[in-house]
């Protein structure tokens, strides 16, 4: 019974010390998170520069590397490395994370003592323990407990993973919404290939295209088997200009479909690019002709 006693008193001061360490862990993040943010931020009303200041700045530029200071060098790898592919930049963020587990681990294991609920009489936990719960938290893996902490120091480790970790997921997130934009804006550009064969494909842009259109937009309506593969356009005008002014004329024709590529139609690489090679039939139009005649030169 005395055993008992000491045990329940010994969680109820453990209760307490727990709240404790997670409000003063939110508390350490916040003040940091808000001294980022203060770091980070512009500074409209910055006085000028002194010739005195600029002495001094271009002396200190001296000590730095290679005559840059150490802020530039590492912004400008970061920059490297945002400019990567997208599985290179995932393996960098996963070069990026290792070592925050076994750094994460290393803190758990000089803060000493059991971690989880009802590991109080086993002893300290092992490396295997310790690097598997950095790996949980950093990662948020379903299941993590962030609460479970019963001493001050595992609750700031535990926390600072955490937070590292949402950082490492805001950049996950980061990568690829920008994939994704990339990808889409490619789309919009045209930039990507026509993979059709048997298809049509006309060159240029002039006056006579609408009318053209037009035509083949009846004939597919009237004669089954006429134009049902796709009308590639290629014309080195913007993919997004032609397919406002195609939409708009005709939209009171009968379906026709209509791919548009910008490119030069004397491009070998273009034309390949509209796969004109397989088509079956290859429209050129005179690049330079206008509403009332060809234009001289």
Request: aromatic share 8%; hydrophobic share 45%.
């Amino acid at each position: 019974p005395p055993t008992n006693n000491n045990s329940s008193s010994s969680s109820s001061r453990r209760n307490p010390q727990a709240k404790l360490a997670t409000a003063a862990a939110a508390g350490v993040l916040g003040g940091a998170a808000l001294f980022a943010a203060a770091a980070l931020a512009p500074y409209p009303f910055t006085a000028p520069a002194t010739a005195a200041s600029a002495s001094a700045s271009a002396t200190t530029k001296d000590y730095s590397i290679g005559g840059y200071s150490a802020s530039d060098v590492i912004a400008y790898e970061v920059q490297k490395v945002f400019g990567l592919p997208l599985f290179s930049k995932i393996c960098a963020l996963f070069v990026f994370t290792l070592p925050m587990v076994v750094i994460g681990g290393c803190f758990y294991k000089l803060a000493g003592g059991a971690v989880e609920e009802g590991n109080a009489d086993e002893g300290p936990e092992t490396w295997n323990d310790v690097l598997t719960r950095s790996y949980f938290l950093l990662n948020n893996v379903p299941g993590a407990d962030a609460t479970s902490d019963r001493t001050f120091k595992h609750a700031v480790v535990t926390q600072v993973i955490v937070f590292v970790g949402m950082f490492v997921f805001a950049i996950i997130i980061g990568i690829i919404s920008d994939e994704i934009a990339s990808k889409v804006e490619e789309v919009k550009k045209g930039n990507n290939k026509v993979v059709e064969t048997g298809h049509t494909v006309v060159l240029n842009w002039n006056a006579q295209l609408i009318p053209l259109l037009k035509q083949m937009a009846v004939a597919k309506s009237e004669r089954a088997g006429t134009f049902d593969k796709p009308v590639v356009l290629l014309a080195d005008r913007d993919k997004e200009e032609m397919d406002g002014e195609l939409a708009e004329a005709l939209e009171d024709c009968p379906p026709l479909n209509v791919v548009t590529r910008r490119g030069n139609p004397f491009d070998a690489e273009d034309l390949e690019r509209v796969n004109a090679f397989a088509a079956r039939r290859v429209i050129l139009l005179h690049p330079h002709e206008l509403e009332n005649g060809v234009e001289s030169g």
